[in-house]
């Protein structure tokens, strides 16, 4: 019998925590706020912004979504994204991706104050991240997958972890964050030709892709612990994740669902990130102090 490595089992040891940090600030006169930035309606952002919905109520955060039209324009975009940028009420930027073509990806990370950058997106954030500096803001799924790792004990000293996806979001940055914990990281994608080897050979196996079901039993090592970060929408409306859930858990060790899996943890470390640059605000000339 495996492990379940149950999300919502680990927000809530982070809740009480996040609760007692938003409670010290408040006490100082610090409301902690964050903004999402909506481009359209994509079901896999809808799924995103109600869990995040619920973590900033639940927690006590303040959460405003500003929702713009699948067709803006680059111009109209920067417009609306620097008032919330530079508006001193918000100290947390969640901006979803990826976004439509006609916007400029790459300048829009140039502009994002990496102060407010909750999810990794600056280059700033991103360069610390690569450098091993734990003080910037990692992309919070990445973060979150540590943070189960940690709660059901899961070493990651010496371990061969494969990691499968190399976005920005999760795969990379995911595998800097447990190269920083000492394993062996293997990272795997569309290009690679033997998937299923590389996943047989892995302790740990992540996977960051948005195929359902595509890892199955017969690629995965007896024991092994297995993350499955994918969030894929079925036909019926129906989650499911990237590993083939009902035959993996036979063999390995661990494994997170879907739902209910590394995606309630995203919401928390999304918390987390919002009171810690509330914090941070908080020491900075010109603001109000405790
Ligand atoms: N649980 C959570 O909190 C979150 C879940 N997600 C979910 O995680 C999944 C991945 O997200 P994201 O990283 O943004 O997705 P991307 O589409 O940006 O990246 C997918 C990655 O998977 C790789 N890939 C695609 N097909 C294959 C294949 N057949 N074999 C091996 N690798 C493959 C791609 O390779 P290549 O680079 O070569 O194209 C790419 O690196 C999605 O389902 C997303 O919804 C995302 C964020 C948070
Ligand atoms: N910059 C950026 N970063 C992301 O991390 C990012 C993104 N853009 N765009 C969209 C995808 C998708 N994603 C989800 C995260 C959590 C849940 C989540 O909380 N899921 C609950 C279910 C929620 C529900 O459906 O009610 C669960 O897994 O149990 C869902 C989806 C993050 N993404």
Redesign the pocket.
């Known amino acids: 019998m495996s492990i379940q490595m149950r999300?919502a089992e680990v927000a809530k040891a982070m809740k009480e925590k996040l609760i007692r940090e938003r409670e010290e600030l408040n006490a100082a006169g610090v409301n902690p706020c964050l903004t999402i930035i909506r481009v359209g309606a994509k079901e896999?952002?809808l799924?995103?912004e109600?869990?995040a919905k619920k973590r900033m109520e639940m927690i006590g955060i303040e959460c405003r979504i500003a929702e713009l039209p699948e067709d803006i324009s680059q111009e109209e975009f920067e417009d609306a994204f620097c008032k919330i940028n530079k508006d001193p009420e918000v100290h947390g930027i969640?901006?979803?991706?990826p976004l439509p073509e006609q916007l400029d990806v790459e300048k829009i990370r140039q502009m994002i104050d990496p102060a407010k950058d909750m999810?990794g997106?600056s280059p700033v954030n991103l360069a610390k991240i690569f450098e091993g500096d734990r003080t910037a803001y990692a992309?919070?799924?990445s973060e979150a997958v540590m943070h189960i790792m940690n709660h059901y004990g899961i070493e990651l000293q010496g371990k061969r972890v494969t990691v499968i996806g190399r976005s920005m979001?999760v795969g990379k940055p995911l595998s800097m964050l447990m190269l920083g914990q000492n394993a062996t990281v293997t990272i795997c994608h569309s290009r690679t030709k033997d998937l299923a080897d590389r996943c047989r050979e892995a302790e740990i196996i992540v996977a960051a892709i948005g195929r359902a079901n595509h890892i199955t039993a017969d690629m995965i090592a007896e024991g092994a612990v297995v993350a499955d970060v994918g969030?894929n929408v079925l036909e019926d409306g129906t989650?499911c994740g990237d590993v083939d859930y009902e035959n993996v858990r036979e063999k390995v060790s661990h494994i997170t669902p879907?739902?209910?899996?590394v995606?309630?943890v995203?919401?928390s470390v999304l918390a987390s990130h919002v009171l810690r640059a509330a914090r941070t605000g908080q020491n900075e000339p010109g603001q109000r102090r405790g």
Do not use: E, K, S, W
């Not at 969640?94 to 991706?97: G, K, P, S």
């Not at 879907?258 to 899996?261: A, R």
């Open positions: 999300g896999n952002d799924a995103y109600r869990g969640l901006l979803f991706q999810d997106m992309p919070c799924t979001v969030i989650l879907v739902p209910g899996g995606g309630n995203t919401t």
